[in-house]
């Protein structure tokens, strides 16, 4: 069981590009609820996880999703990429059909569903892909500034050269 915030990173190779995907578990635990703005705001992707086991992890997907969109105010809520993942398949004990599932996921805007098992890594690096690709749309041309050219001479004398780059954010409203 996650214990408020537990972070982690996978790299996930995308048409031949590699993208390093930070991946924030933040429990889905009401008592850590009051994290969620400093968590979600700025993220690219969100992956809801149920127990396909417990059919109260199924019906708090609503009350999350939620809870997340206001957390995190993304620019375009109803088009913000969501992926939703029934775990712990590999066990005997369903209690959530595939079919509910896939009709929650359906009502919720065409939502990605894979079900997965975390212990037998099934359909996780498929769910993975889905995840990189979605978040990857989500960048605009906003999001990168690259200058068209790098001047890279030093023409300051080395006793005024400092070793930190400072770049001001370009944004446009």
């Not at 199924?58 to 969501?82: K, M, V, Y």
């Not at 041309?141 to 200058?147: E, F, G, H, R, T």
């Not at 890279?152 to 400092?162: H, R």
Request: aromatic fraction near 10%; hydrophobic fraction near 40%.
């Amino acid at each position: 069981m996650t214990i408020g915030v537990e972070f982690g990173h996978r790299v996930v190779e995308i048409d031949d590009q590699r993208i390093k995907l930070q991946i924030w578990d933040t429990a889905g635990q009401e008592r850590f609820q009051s994290l969620g703005v400093a968590f979600y705001r700025g993220a690219d992707s969100c992956v809801l996880v149920f127990d396909v086991n417990v059919a109260k992890t199924f019906e708090n997907l609503d009350s999350w999703r939620d809870e997340f969109l206001i957390q995190a105010g993304p620019r375009d809520p109803d088009n913000f990429p969501f992926v939703v993942l029934g775990n712990k398949i590999d066990l005997d004990s369903r209690v959530v059909s595939q079919k509910r599932s896939l009709a929650w996921c359906q009502a919720k805007g065409n939502i990605p569903y894979f079900e997965t098992s975390a212990k037998e890594a099934i359909n996780v690096e498929q769910a993975f892909q889905v995840i990189a690709r979605n978040a990857l749309k989500q960048e605009s041309d906003d999001d990168i500034y690259l200058p068209d050219t790098i001047d890279v001479t030093n023409d300051k004398p080395a006793s005024s050269a400092s070793g930190c780059a400072r770049s001001e954010e370009h944004t446009s409203e």
